[in-house]
């Protein structure tokens, strides 16, 4: 905080100060790019850049992370034998949670625990997700050219999965304003949970790496128009 404080630069650590900052005070433009921040399902069979991804990574680990661990790490998925390998083994567990619900005690249950147009809206929702599966279509990544995960090793942040969250927040932003679209998936992580060992194979994670974000990215394959409708902030000033 001295160094970051210090009008003349007269402390440093070795000698070395960080990058001065510059203030963004334009909150118009930074209003624009929330607002046009959509989920995208259709991506363009293009590759994105090691560059880009690298820059990317710049937007997030200037994220906040609590007790200032720092302890987020990212992991880019651009092999297409990677991302159909990681397709097929985090639907094992969408397929097998199907047919466990799929029982009629269990869809019983469901629809005594839930309110019933939402219990089934989760069951037709799981039974279409699979369906496309099985019809040769990704709908869990949609095909995207690159799957992007935060994660961190065991120990090395107070609060990993805000950290990552905020992170992820930030580089699905920076890729806005880079004319990149991405869409957040948090069935990714779902899954994760539940086939961590062989996932973590998959993407060259040890035991003590966890997932705790994820989202696609590439080039849209189409522009929005416009932006959504959202309800009126609810707010209280006291």
């Given at each position: 905080?001295?160094?970051?404080?210090?009008?003349?630069?007269?402390?440093?650590?070795?000698?070395?100060?960080?990058?001065?900052?510059?203030?963004?005070?334009?909150?118009?433009k930074m209003?624009?790019?929330?607002?046009?921040?959509?989920?995208?399902?259709?991506?363009?069979?293009?590759?994105?850049?090691?560059?880009?991804?690298?820059?990317?990574?710049?937007?997030g680990r200037?994220?906040?992370?609590?007790?200032?661990?720092?302890?987020?790490?990212?992991?880019?998925?651009?092999?297409?034998?990677?991302?159909?390998?990681?397709?097929?083994?985090?639907?094992?567990?969408?397929?097998?949670?199907?047919?466990?619900?799929?029982?009629?005690?269990?869809?019983?249950?469901?629809l005594i625990?839930?309110?019933?147009?939402?219990?089934?809206?989760?069951?037709?929702?799981?039974?279409?997700?699979?369906?496309?599966?099985?019809?040769?279509?990704?709908?869990?990544?949609?095909?995207?050219?690159?799957?992007?995960?935060?994660?961190?090793?065991?120990?090395?942040?107070?609060?990993?999965?805000?950290?990552?969250?905020?992170?992820?927040?930030?580089?699905?932003?920076?890729?806005?304003?880079?004319?990149?679209?991405?869409?957040?998936?948090?069935?990714?992580?779902?899954?994760?949970?539940?086939?961590?060992?062989?996932?973590?194979?998959?993407?060259?994670?040890?035991?003590?790496?966890?997932?705790?974000?994820?989202?696609?990215?590439?080039?849209?394959?189409?522009?929005?128009?416009?932006?959504?409708?959202?309800?009126?902030?609810?707010?209280?000033?006291?």
């Open positions: 905080h001295c160094i970051a404080i210090c009008p003349s630069g007269a402390l440093s650590v070795d000698g070395n100060l960080p990058m001065e900052c510059e203030k963004c005070n334009d909150s118009d209003l624009l790019i929330l607002r046009s921040r959509r989920s995208m399902r259709r991506y363009k069979d293009k590759e994105v850049a090691d560059e880009d991804i690298k820059k990317l990574v710049e937007f200037f994220a906040p992370t609590g007790s200032n661990r720092e302890g987020n790490e990212f992991l880019f998925v651009k092999s297409k034998d990677k991302r159909k390998q990681l397709t097929d083994e985090l639907m094992k567990f969408y397929i097998k949670l199907y047919k466990i619900v799929s029982f009629f005690i269990i869809k019983w249950i469901l625990i839930l309110p019933t147009k939402k219990a089934l809206f989760y069951l037709n929702s799981l039974r279409g997700m699979i369906k496309r599966y099985k019809d040769g279509r990704d709908p869990l990544f949609f095909n995207a050219p690159v799957i992007a995960f935060v994660y961190s090793k065991k120990f090395a942040s107070s609060t990993p999965k805000d950290d990552a969250c905020y992170a992820l927040y930030n580089v699905v932003i920076g890729a806005e304003s880079m004319k990149l679209s991405t869409c957040i998936n948090q069935l990714a992580v779902i899954a994760f949970n539940r086939r961590k060992r062989k996932v973590k194979k998959i993407l060259g994670l040890t035991k003590k790496e966890n997932i705790y974000a994820c989202t696609t990215i590439g080039y849209p394959d189409f522009d929005y128009k416009r932006t959504v409708f959202r309800k009126e902030g609810s707010i209280k000033i006291i």
